[in-house]
């Protein structure tokens, strides 16, 4: 993720050359940019070409949008099982790209009056409440719009992992809150949280007298024509929605039945297209309307991208957040965007105002680490729009870093092996037993300290609470670090007994001098 730049615009003195262009002129240029904007088009395609493959992903659909129109559509791969690549049309799960339309919900209904984004979220629910009572009563809904509530990250990711599939599921889960603190003070900084746009979604509700569902597919959905959009994955499936993967070491894994947790729709569980999204980024850009149809003032669309507070997430500046958005002043030139993650998609959306020009990049695969990778991606697509220098680099080599791992795995299994020959060669062979120290200081202290790391980082997992979150995000290295730990529990204390029951210290003297101890193994 870039670094947040001072914002230079660039366009002003084009602007004037082409005010004062003679019409011949003016056509020429007009040429020649869209030639520019095809050059730019196939060299996205050709990127994408190559990445892709090497990060192993299934499907992807990408389009461009320029003023009203979709001006480049890109896919690659597959949607589903039965091959077909993925078109406008196919659904994706947006995941956090879910919050901006949230945001737009509440600044409709703020329009309306039925809410004022300053008010305390209690005037709304009443019943909502924090382990910190004044903290609590401080909350306001804008405080939610724009990650500075103080409620923790760490409570939303475990929301993640809850399947409950009720229809006040997203009611549960915030009153689970009241045995948790929150981590900052109302309004003293920003920390991203699924938690402050799932409490949005039930203020839509208590505001706007209808479920968060019905108000989204009715005043957002709807006039927007977005056909191919939907709040449940029942209604996305009967429309031909991708199937998900997740990853394993880079192997990726059809997930069509992985549940999902309803009660974070609001904050990341919405389902649309390419070609729907299309539609939604320019109302963005028009400033809240698109073919004649309104869905928002311009005032409140640009409230939804004016910067808030400056936004940053573990140790990593990412320019400013406003409602639903993070805007960048990058070296080329504005850029409002979001990414999206959940445990087998991926999104990621871009508005760059001065092209007029919206982007949205959909994945049917995802993996904690490979995310990462996937924004690498999206960035450097938003770079050649903006001609800006573009890194090339492998980004497939994240898989040979992740099967490292295993090596994790391979070193206890030789420490097992060498261990149980080693003790067999003493009980053979008597005169190569060593001494007491030795055994101590060469065989029991490293290797248990070896095992013991395992077992702390393991335990550290579960008692967090984190481990269903985990398991969803991070299978692999999180299936492999709970199956070392149990491994090295084990064995810590057979390996003990092994060594002192099964070979019996008998000497004083630990070796001869002719003679240096054996390397342990792990």
């Known amino acids: 993720m870039k670094k947040n730049f001072i914002f230079i615009c660039r366009c002003v003195s084009a602007a004037i050359l082409l005010a004062l262009s003679f019409p011949a002129m003016l056509q020429a240029d007009e040429t020649k940019g869209q ?44 949607a589903g099982p039965s091959g077909e690549k993925p078109a406008l049309t196919t659904p994706f799960i947006l995941g956090s790209l879910t919050k901006s ?16 984004p300053d008010a305390p ?37 475990k929301h993640l992992a809850v399947f409950d599939d009720s229809a006040d599921a997203c009611e549960q889960r915030i009153r689970e809150l009241e045995t948790f603190s929150p981590s900052r003070a109302p309004g003293e900084a920003f920390e991203y949280s699924d938690v402050n746009y799932n409490l949005l979604g039930l203020v839509i ?101 004016r910067p808030a507070v400056s936004a940053g997430s573990m140790g990593v500046d990412m320019g400013d957040y406003a409602m639903g958005w993070f ?4 070296a080329g030139e ?32 995802n993996h904690m680490i490979v995310n990462y990778s996937l924004l690498d991606v999206s960035e450097a697509i938003t770079d050649m729009l903006t001609n800006q220098p573009v890194e090339t680099g492998d980004m497939g080599g994240v898989f040979r870093t992740l099967r490292l791992f295993l090596l994790l795995l391979l070193l206890q299994i030789f420490g097992i092996v060498f261990t149980v020959s080693r003790v067999r060669r003493w009980r053979n062979n008597p005169e190569r037993r060593p001494g007491k120290a030795v055994v101590f200081w060469i065989y029991i202290i490293p290797a248990s300290v070896f095992h013991f790391l395992i077992v ?67």
């Open 456 to 522: 702390v980082s393991a335990a550290a997992l579960l008692f967090m609470g984190m481990t269903r979150f985990m398991m969803l995000f991070l299978p692999d290295l999180t299936g492999l670090l709970l199956f070392s730990g149990g491994i090295s529990f084990i064995w810590i204390w057979l390996r003990i007994l092994l060594i002192f029951r099964k070979a019996p210290i008998g000497s004083k003297k630990p070796f001869s001098r002719q003679r240096r101890p054996d390397t342990a193994g792990a």
């Open 205 to 305: 509700e208590a505001a706007g007298g209808e479920r968060y569902d019905d108000y989204i597919e009715k005043h957002i959905f709807a006039p927007l024509g977005m056909v191919n959009s939907h709040t449940n994955q029942g209604d996305a499936v009967s429309d031909n929605m991708a199937t998900g993967h997740t990853m394993r070491f880079g192997l990726t894994k059809p997930e069509p039945d992985l549940p999902r947790p309803t009660g974070s729709t609001p904050s990341g569980q919405l389902i649309s297209s390419a070609g729907d999204m299309s539609r939604y980024m320019a109302a963005m850009l028009q400033g809240g309307a698109v073919n004649g149809t309104r869905v928002l003032s311009t005032e409140s669309t640009a409230e939804l991208v």
């Open 101 to 116: 339309i949230t945001a737009m919900a509440i600044m409709q209904l703020a329009e309306a009056g039925k809410l004022t």
């Open 35 to 78: 030639k520019n904007s095809v050059d730019i088009y196939k060299a996205v395609d050709a990127y994408l070409d190559r990445q892709l493959y090497r990060l192993n992903i299934p499907g992807t659909a990408l389009a461009i949008v320029e003023g009203t129109e979709i001006a480049h559509f890109y896919n690659f791969g597959e």
């Open 327 to 330: 805007i960048e002043n990058g």
């Open 121 to 157: 979220v209690q005037q709304y629910l009443p019943w909502f409440k924090t382990a910190d009572a004044y903290a609590s009563a401080k909350i306001t809904v804008r405080h939610l719009l724009n990650h500075t509530s103080g409620l923790s990250m760490f409570s939303g990711m």
């Open 334 to 365: 504005l850029r409002i965007w979001h990414d999206g993650m959940v445990p087998d998609f991926f999104s990621y959306m871009v508005l760059l105002p001065e092209q007029d020009r919206g982007l949205i990049f959909l994945v049917n695969a």
